[in-house]
């Protein structure tokens, strides 16, 4: 609380705040401030010509935005119907269900399970923690309430390296050491970041088709964040932009990416009964 800002004051365009450590008052000026400015008029003149980045900079003062054009900005704007909070849609017993995993010991492991309720996905439970005990963590994986339901992990290549980890004297793979603590469900990742940003922002075309329990916050959160790296204009000119997610607080987003890029079968299958008429004989 002795680090947190003291509002001084607050209305529509205008914020003041006190910084504690050096009783410094800040002063945040929004253009809503002026009354004038509070139409799609003026707003429609003066984003003509900007990027959604350099709106978001130089006029909404979102200073996230100083660091690259955020990936997914349809979950910003439609965060509060994206993200459902308890009573969640109801998963039947046997319902098909998918998982990511990405791997970190000292960074945070992530995994979540996925499933598709007439094909809507959903983001239903989340495991987010550094590795540091293989047989805990696959424990942990195991008691996950969905795990029975779930046809396959797709996880992070590396897993299979047999480079990084030593087992009785023996080199070996993450992969062979979950294995023999009962994680068998492991699939190879396929990485395409391009192709999983398209997926994503298919999905979240209306009607959206992909939402997340609240109970994943991790994966909100990263979703929320998710930005491309930035280049200065002078680095333009010299040489093109290549769209690329900043490597950062993006492990639920490369599990994410696992799973969608394993493109699974997930539409509900027509079952055709056979014509017993024709066998029928009086």
Known sequence: MGNTPTVLFEGTGLRIVKNPKNNFCVVTLHYSA??????????????AGLSPAKWSREYEIEYFAMMGEPIFPEFKEHKASLVLKPPYPEIPPGTPCWGGLDYGAR????????TFIDEVMYSVWELFEPCRNISEFAAKLLACPYWNQIKYVAADRN???????IRHGNVTSIYKLLWDCGIRKLTKGVVDEAAFVAKVHELWKPPFKFFLFDCCPNQIRELEGAIYVSMSEKQ??????????????????????????????????KITLPNMVKWWKK
């Open 159 to 165: 897993l299979w390296a047999e480079d990084q980890q």
């Open 236 to 269: 333009l000119l010299s040489r093109g932009y290549k769209e690329v997610m900043v490597d950062k607080d993006n492990h639920t987003l490369d599990e994410l990416k696992y799973f969608l890029n394993s493109q699974p079968s997930y539409k509900s299958r």
């Open 107 to 114: 960074n945070p492991s992530s995994f979540h399970v996925y």
């Open 34 to 47: 002026d009354v004038s400015k509070r139409n799609p008029d003026w707003i429609a003149e003066a984003r």
